[in-house]
Every structure is written in structure tokens, then in C-alpha cells.
């Protein structure tokens, strides 16, 4: 007598009594996932002791991995799974629909259709072999023109380091960073290497600092802003390859929405809501709008002010963004 579904004998499903006049019999996969296998043997009308056999499946190792490029400049491109096991089917998802979105178009192949202007998704492939398990590959599209990002060191008290970075999962010498200096008060001494700038100037200061980056869709130039009043006052260290933050319409000449979304970690905080400041600047340094900012979310108008490329600095808890904003 078998007691599980998912099996069968003699090419027969079996789940529950059967009759056979051997002293043995043989089993195999009916559907899946697998599951125990339990029987109670009976000769005579008399049960003998239940024999359990129990099921394991090897874990699931593939060399599977998402072909494509690392960047998007077209409208459309074409992405699909190499060394894909046989058998396997894949769920294709964007990280972000409101950038880029899939449109699967076989088991293994998708197209990602651009959305934005540019931006940065991560694109998913679940893949699921015959037996019901599953395993997941990531790779990070860039989407349109670069989103800049940097992070900055304070190497000794008047010492300042900011370095520019391509996004995680890039493709080598696929970017190119400079860095030029647009003002400063106090007195500062500004030079560059690499992908980095260097500045040393002991507190007060102010500094704008110009960061362009370049990929083979395009260019982006981020200001960089930072002003320190006091001896005790900490520098803004910025740093976030993959914000999935989300600002829109962009360009816009009228209300612009922010959702700051994942890019900011507040998954250990205690607090409820996330409450914190924007300041927006021109391309002078100088603030034009404050921003009060409430569970990582706010909005502001540009109607009124002169067409150009703006710097939205965010702070929430403690933690700093900076996001370019064009009003059109």
C-alpha cells in the first residue's frame, strides 16, 4: 500500500492500495517536487512494519548567466540565458518597470524596453529546472547616460578624497570620471588623479565640485557640494552604485516627486517614519528651495525657477544623496 502521490509503478500513478503478487516493487518519479515515500506491506490480510524511504534532491548548480550588454542606449535590446539546463523555464523581471521593462520573448530570451530617460535596473532571471527548484541570476543594466556616483574620505583633518566610481557589475573601461572645480571660499588647494579629486582645506569652507561621467550612451555631470563651518562637523559621504531611488517627471517645469525607495537602509531603524531635509542647488552652489522630506517621500515645484541644471541634496537620518534635477 503507497501512501504519497507523485509516483508511479509500472507507468501507473499510485497513491493509495494495490494488489501485486511479487515480493518487490519499484517506484519512480511521478511529478514533483518529490516527496517521502511510505508503505505498509500486507501478506494475507496481515500489515507488516510501515518502510519509509526518504527523499532528497541534490542542490541545484548551474552555469547559467543573463548575455547582454551592460548598458542601454537603445529603445530595446535583447537579453537570454546561456548554458540554460535542459528542461528549465525562466520568469523574467525588471527592478525597476518605471526605467526599463521585459518582454519575454521565449523561454530563455527577453527584451528590455527602456521607459526613462536613463537610470539603473537590476534584471532577474528565476529559473526553475523540472524538479521545482530554483535559482536566480541578477545583472545590472545601465540605463541611457550614466548615474554618477562617488564616495568621499576624509584622509587626515584638512585632507579631502572624493572618487568617482563606475556601478557595480560594469563592464571595465566602459566609463570615464572627471572632476573640475567650479567654486570654493576659504583656502582651499584642488587638484585631480584618476577618477578622484583631492582637495586639502581646513575648516571653515565651502567647495562645488563638478563630476562628469561619461559612458557610451552619453555623458552626466553631477555638482558635488560640501561645506564644513566647524571643527566638529562631519563630511557627506556619499556612496550608492545601486540606489533604486526614484525622481520624476525629470526633466520637469512644474511639480517633481521623489521617492527616495530602497536606496536609503533604515531596515534596523526603530522609528516608524523616516523624516528628514532636501536642499536644492543651482549650478552656483547657491540654495535655492528647502525641502522637507517625510517617509522617503516628497515633491516641490519648479515653476518658478529659471531653466537649468539643479543639485537636490537629501538628508534622511543622517544619510546623504545627491540628485540632479533639470527644470525645463
Same mark, same amino acid.
Given at each position: 500500500?503507497?501512501?504519497?502521490?507523485?509516483?508511479?509503478?509500472?507507468?501507473?500513478?499510485?497513491?493509495?492500495?494495490?494488489?501485486?503478487?511479487?515480493?518487490?516493487?519499484?517506484?519512480?518519479?511521478?511529478?514533483?517536487?518529490?516527496?517521502?515515500?511510505?508503505?505498509?506491506?500486507?501478506?494475507?490480510?496481515?500489515?507488516?512494519?510501515?518502510?519509509?524511504?526518504?527523499?532528497?534532491?541534490?542542490?541545484? *548548480?548551474?552555469?547559467?548567466?543573463?548575455?547582454?550588454?551592460?548598458?542601454?542606449?537603445?529603445?530595446?535590446?535583447?537579453?537570454?540565458?546561456?548554458?540554460?539546463?535542459?528542461?528549465?523555464?525562466? @520568469?523574467?523581471?525588471?527592478?525597476?518597470?518605471?526605467?526599463?521593462?521585459?518582454?519575454?520573448?521565449?523561454?530563455?530570451?527577453?527584451?528590455?524596453?527602456?521607459?526613462?530617460?536613463?537610470?539603473?535596473?537590476?534584471?532577474?532571471?528565476? +529559473?526553475?529546472?523540472?524538479?521545482?527548484?530554483? @535559482?536566480?541570476?541578477?545583472?545590472?543594466?545601465? +540605463?541611457?547616460?550614466?548615474?554618477?556616483?562617488?564616495?568621499?574620505?576624509?584622509?587626515?583633518?584638512?585632507?579631502?578624497?572624493?572618487?568617482?566610481?563606475?556601478?557595480?557589475?560594469?563592464?571595465?573601461?566602459?566609463?570615464?570620471?572627471?572632476?573640475?572645480?567650479?567654486?570654493?571660499?576659504?583656502?582651499?588647494?584642488?587638484?585631480?588623479?584618476?577618477?578622484?579629486?583631492?582637495?586639502?582645506?581646513?575648516?571653515?569652507?565651502?567647495?562645488?565640485?563638478?563630476?562628469?561621467?561619461?559612458?557610451?550612451?552619453?555623458?552626466?555631470?553631477?555638482?558635488?557640494?560640501?561645506?564644513?563651518?566647524?571643527?566638529?562637523?562631519?563630511?557627506?559621504?556619499?556612496?550608492?552604485?545601486?540606489?533604486?531611488?526614484?525622481?520624476?517627471?525629470?526633466?520637469?517645469?512644474?511639480? +517633481?516627486? @521623489?521617492?527616495?525607495?530602497?536606496?536609503?537602509?533604515?531596515?534596523?531603524?526603530?522609528? *516608524?517614519?523616516?523624516?528628514?531635509?532636501?536642499?536644492?542647488?543651482? *549650478?552656483?552652489?547657491?540654495?535655492? *528651495?528647502?525641502?522637507?522630506?517625510?517617509?522617503?517621500?516628497?515633491?516641490?515645484?519648479?515653476?518658478?525657477?529659471?531653466?537649468?541644471?539643479?543639485?537636490?541634496?537629501?538628508?534622511?537620518?543622517?544619510?546623504?544623496?545627491?540628485?540632479?534635477?533639470?527644470?525645463?
Amino acid at each position: 500500500m503507497e501512501r504519497r502521490k507523485g509516483w508511479k509503478r509500472n507507468g501507473v500513478p499510485v497513491s493509495g492500495n494495490f494488489t501485486t503478487t511479487v515480493n518487490s516493487i519499484t517506484l519512480v518519479r511521478n511529478s514533483f517536487p518529490l516527496s517521502n515515500v511510505s508503505v505498509v506491506p500486507k501478506l494475507n490480510g496481515v500489515s507488516y512494519p510501515r518502510k519509509t524511504s526518504t527523499i532528497n534532491l541534490a542542490a541545484f *548548480m548551474t552555469q547559467a548567466t543573463i548575455t547582454g550588454n551592460n548598458s542601454l542606449c537603445s529603445s530595446s535590446t535583447s537579453y537570454s540565458i546561456s548554458n540554460l539546463p535542459t528542461g528549465s523555464t525562466v @520568469v523574467w523581471s525588471s527592478s525597476n518597470p518605471n526605467v526599463a521593462s521585459v518582454l519575454p520573448q521565449s523561454n530563455n530570451g527577453v527584451v528590455v524596453l527602456r521607459n526613462a530617460t536613463s537610470g539603473r535596473i537590476t534584471l532577474t532571471a528565476l +529559473i526553475t529546472n523540472p524538479c521545482g527548484q530554483v @535559482v536566480t541570476r541578477n545583472k545590472i543594466i545601465q +540605463i541611457g547616460a550614466p548615474t554618477p556616483h562617488y564616495t568621499a574620505k576624509r584622509v587626515e583633518f584638512c585632507n579631502f578624497i572624493y572618487s568617482a566610481h563606475d556601478y557595480a557589475g560594469a563592464a571595465s573601461n566602459t566609463y570615464t570620471h572627471t572632476w573640475q572645480l567650479i567654486s570654493s571660499t576659504g583656502n582651499v588647494d584642488f587638484t585631480t588623479f584618476d577618477d578622484s579629486a583631492q582637495f586639502l582645506a581646513c575648516p571653515p569652507f565651502s567647495i562645488t565640485m563638478k563630476l562628469t561621467t561619461t559612458n557610451s550612451c552619453g555623458t552626466t555631470e553631477q555638482l558635488v557640494v560640501q561645506t564644513l563651518n566647524g571643527d566638529d562637523e562631519e563630511i557627506d559621504r556619499i556612496s550608492d552604485p545601486q540606489t533604486t531611488s526614484q525622481i520624476y517627471p525629470n526633466p520637469s517645469n512644474d511639480i +517633481i516627486y @521623489v521617492d527616495l525607495g530602497n536606496s536609503l537602509d533604515f531596515n534596523n531603524a526603530s522609528i *516608524m517614519s523616516v523624516k528628514g531635509d532636501g536642499e536644492l542647488y543651482d *549650478m552656483r552652489g547657491k540654495m535655492v *528651495m528647502n525641502i522637507p522630506i517625510s517617509n522617503k517621500k516628497t515633491s516641490f515645484n519648479v515653476s518658478k525657477l529659471k531653466k537649468g541644471i539643479y543639485i537636490l541634496k537629501t538628508n534622511v537620518n543622517g544619510i546623504i544623496e545627491n540628485h540632479r534635477i533639470i527644470v525645463n
